[in-house]
């Protein structure tokens, strides 16, 4: 018998499986507020984030390489030693512990990457830590960056200033990479990014600029329909802030009978139309970014089209529709009075607002905002894992950083107190059980955690 040519033979033992020609690792690191091992509330809370399942998906295939994925806000970190090239994605809160993790894998010998939003605020920062970064929306410049490094010509920066931003071609998330068992058991779905709006805090506007980019809807349904949930949530900042594109989305679920829920602005709930659209379209609850009850703190931000006289009717039009409300609000904005902590929790009371986040202003590096505080000599830190807006990390108007965490404090157990519980539970609503149970959730997190003293870490 003629045995055939080449390294593999008829008979004896089988040839093992060719080991992959590239390893890549894709690392989200923990922070002070999202981490490993937090408590039972807190993790019940998370829902995984879409950046590194879409960059796996990007990865081409020709490459034959094999993908992993650590959240540390779920598990710990594994796997630095059996990678070719680690790629990680930090916030600013994050960014100490993603350099931490990228100095780890330089020791090993390790290619490291740096992305996401923090490293595009400042990516000389980032280059110190890393031998490539790449920096915005990164759906032509990683698969451009993976060939390179094959070739052995990678460059130490990477960006989407040359290229157009195209969604229309995104392949579906890499989900199957995640641990879906440590996550909330609702699939997360990205239908547009961007915002046309310029809050002088929010980094979305320095990230990507005012542009407005969407999935066309036709793929966005098919993406609902292959993940065959009977509930989703959208993680879009913006979604309603397109009308057409909103109104068309809408529009075509309302055939598929989901449940879901969403951000948006106070323009979607004051827009009665699409607030219709949005109920038939099977809308559980919407968070809301009130910010603030004072039109001056609105205005100091740059988000004037927010008028605390609109906020009791908006609320109200959600409920008529049975939409739960979450809504958001900031304390520590130039025009905040003592009684803002009083004053924003009487007012939750009075509109009977299902959930409630408080948050502390926090000026993260790159935007107007921390340029403004930075020339008047009123940032205290440039410790990033403090910049997880739970941390004052500037110095107020008017007050004291330890007046600001007070009242911060203040706020979430006036607001979790269980008369305010009972005060805004609508417990003849369709799920009030599981509203209530949120609400007990948040008075846990809020007797434990929240307002942390200025000065610890």
Known sequence: ??????????????????????????????????????????????????TLPTLAALVPPHLGASVRIVDEGVEPLAGLEDADLVAITAVTASAPRAYQVAAQARALGKTVVLGGPHPTLLPDEAQAHADAVVTG???????????????????????QADDPVELATLPPPRRDLLRLDRYLPVPVVLASRGCPNACSFCAIPVLWGRAFHHRPVTSVIAELEALQAKTVLFLDPALAEDRPYARALLEAMIPLGLRWAGLTTIRLALDEALLDLAQRSGCLGLLVGFESLSAEGLASVGKPFNRASQYLGAVRAMHDRHIRVLGTFVFGLDGDGEDVFRRTADFVDEARLDLVRYSV?????????????????????????RYDTETVVFRPRGSSPERLTEGLREAWARTYGLRSIARRARLLEPDAVFTLAANLGFRFYARRAVGRPVGVT
């Open 361 to 385: 202003f926090t000026p993260f590096p790159g935007t107007p905002a921390f340029e403004a505080l930075e020339h008047e000599g009123r940032i205290l830190t440039r410790d990033w894992s």
């Open 1 to 50: 018998m003629v045995e055939p040519a080449g390294p593999c033979r008829v008979v004896g033992p089988p040839c093992p499986a060719p080991e992959p020609a590239l390893k890549i690792l894709l690392v989200s690191p923990q922070d002070r507020t999202y981490r490993h091992g937090g408590s039972a509330f807190k993790r019940s809370l998370n829902y995984y984030a879409l």
């Open 137 to 159: 929306f990164a759906e032509r410049s990683w698969p451009r960056l993976l060939e390179d490094f094959r070739h052995g010509r990678l460059r130490p920066r990477y960006g």
